[in-house]
T-cell receptor
Framework: DAMVIQNPRYQVTQFGKPVTLSCSQTLNHNVMYWYQQKSSQAPKLLFHYYDKDFNNEADTPDNFQSRRPNTSFCFLDIRSPGLGDAAMYLC????????????FGSGTRLTVV | GQSLEQPSEVTAVEGAIVQINCTYQTSGFYGLSWYQQHDGGAPTFLSYNALDGLEETGRFSSFLSRSDSYGYLLLQELQMKDSASYFCAVREGSNYQLIWGAGTKLIIKP
């Protein structure tokens, strides 16, 4: 089945220690998104890629970076995680038009200790 | 500015019908989506309305009135597994990005 896969499902990292979250898709969608979601809140868009074109949201902290080496894979790098970065990180994909909705991965729950 | 408003919480009884409303103020409008999210899970796409009227998919229906900047999600024959948060989201431009509402927590009682 075509899908979006995120690894790992749970990630514990130390305060200030760089961490990378990964996402892969088999849907061949042009667009990939990284969202941050905290408890009882809506997902907050961090970045998105249209093919290889990178788009950073204006309020995404510099601490967060992303890479998309090819159509299938996308990575979220948090350079120096703080306690406030503990959240669920969701990867999603969509077609160019967004029709058919977004397909989300199962998310990575990040804990910062 | 851009805003989507939906109730923070709705309670209903198993087997009943519930409607979750969403009003929006955005600079553009291409369509209204609904997503379901169970606790600890990821959002799942439910429906998309680009034109006025009712779209039905099984027990779930979604309605849109562009003149009123309003839509709703209707859930029929409620089951306990429908307990989740429901988000409305507007596609504002010709591209693919969404503006999200804050979500409605649906609580279902036996």
């Amino acid at each position: 089945d075509a899908m979006v896969i995120q690894n790992p499902r749970y990630q514990v990292t130390q305060f200030g220690k760089p961490v990378t979250l990964s996402c892969s898709q088999t849907l061949n969608h042009n667009v990939m998104y990284w969202y941050q979601q905290k408890s009882s809140q809506a997902p907050k868009l961090l970045f998105h890629y249209y093919d290889k074109d990178f788009n950073n949201e204006a309020d995404t902290p510099d601490n967060f970076q992303s890479r998309r080496p090819n159509t299938s894979f996308c990575f979220l790098d948090i350079r120096s995680p703080g306690l406030g970065d503990a959240a669920m990180y969701l990867c999603a994909t969509s077609s160019r038009t967004g029709k058919g909705g977004y397909t989300f991965g199962s998310g990575t729950r990040l804990t910062v200790v | 500015g851009q805003s989507l408003e939906q109730p923070s919480e709705v309670t209903a009884v198993e087997g009943a019908i519930v409607q979750i409303n969403c009003t929006y103020q955005t600079s553009g409008f291409y369509g209204l989506s609904w997503y379901q999210q169970h606790d600890g899970g990821a959002p799942t796409f439910l429906s998309y309305n680009a034109l006025d009227g009712l779209e039905e998919t099984g027990r779930f229906s979604s309605f849109l009135s562009r003149s009123d900047s309003y839509g709703y999600l209707l859930l029929q024959e409620l089951q306990m597994k429908d307990s989740a948060s429901y988000f409305c989201a507007v596609r504002e431009g010709s591209n693919y990005q969404l503006i999200w509402g804050a979500g409605t927590k649906l609580i279902i009682k036996p």
